[in-house]
């Protein structure tokens, strides 16, 4: 059974520290957050991992200075037409996960254009979490379901979730050195196993994500069970716990 992985998200935190340290504006901090999502992507690609899902821009950081907001908007439509072209070569499938109705008609082109380029790869799915929140996403489940009359169950709700189209997270890793989950993924990390590392984003190279990988070989997966239920080593993913 392999080790690595399936499906690997991350908060991608440190990258407004990274700036201020180089007395920067935080948006340079930003950018160079895109250059060290390009390596972890093609990095998780040669590593084999099935999905990596990154946070980018979460329903709370609406509140920040709008310079940033701006800015990070911006990064968000550079990257689009920078990047996709790489990752479809890639063989690299994109997902947007969030609240589109907020962001600009330009952006929310751009995010339909660029899942419709890259429909049909199978290398790597990559969810990039804009104008998400945990609590957003278990919210509008429920609505779906509510809305049609359908009951709510675990199962039900799963179904609803944006991220339904994925198993959950194996691994989800935090970089800048905060131990806490900032309403990313409630609902799917219940049984992921956690990586904190105290490199801020821009920093967080391949090496960094190799220690990740190592650590989740370390891990054994019980899903509530016993260890000799899991025969004591093994690692599940993918796994839906009913
Ligand atoms: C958290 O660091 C990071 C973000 C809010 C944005 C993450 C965005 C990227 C890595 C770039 C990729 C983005 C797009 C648009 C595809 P922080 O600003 O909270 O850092 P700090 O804790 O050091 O202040």
Redesign the pocket.
Known sequence: MSKVPYHVAI??????????KRFLP?IA??????E??RRCVEACVERGVGVLT?????SE?WN?PSE?VSG??E??A???SG?VPRLHANGVRIHFVGDRVRLSQKVQAGLAQAEHTTAGNQRLVLN?C?NYGGRWDIAQAAQKLASRGEAITELSLDRAMALAHVPDPDLLIRT?G?LRISNFLLWQVAYSELYFSDK???EFDEAALDEALAFFRTRERRFGQTSAQVGGHGVRHGMKVA
């Open positions: 908060v991608m935190d440190g990258n407004g520290r990274w700036a201020t935080r901090g930003h950018r160079q957050g895109v060290s999502l990154v946070f980018a821009f979460s950081n920040r940033e990070l908007m990064l968000l550079l990257t689009l990047e990039v804009f800048g905060e801020l984003w821009p």
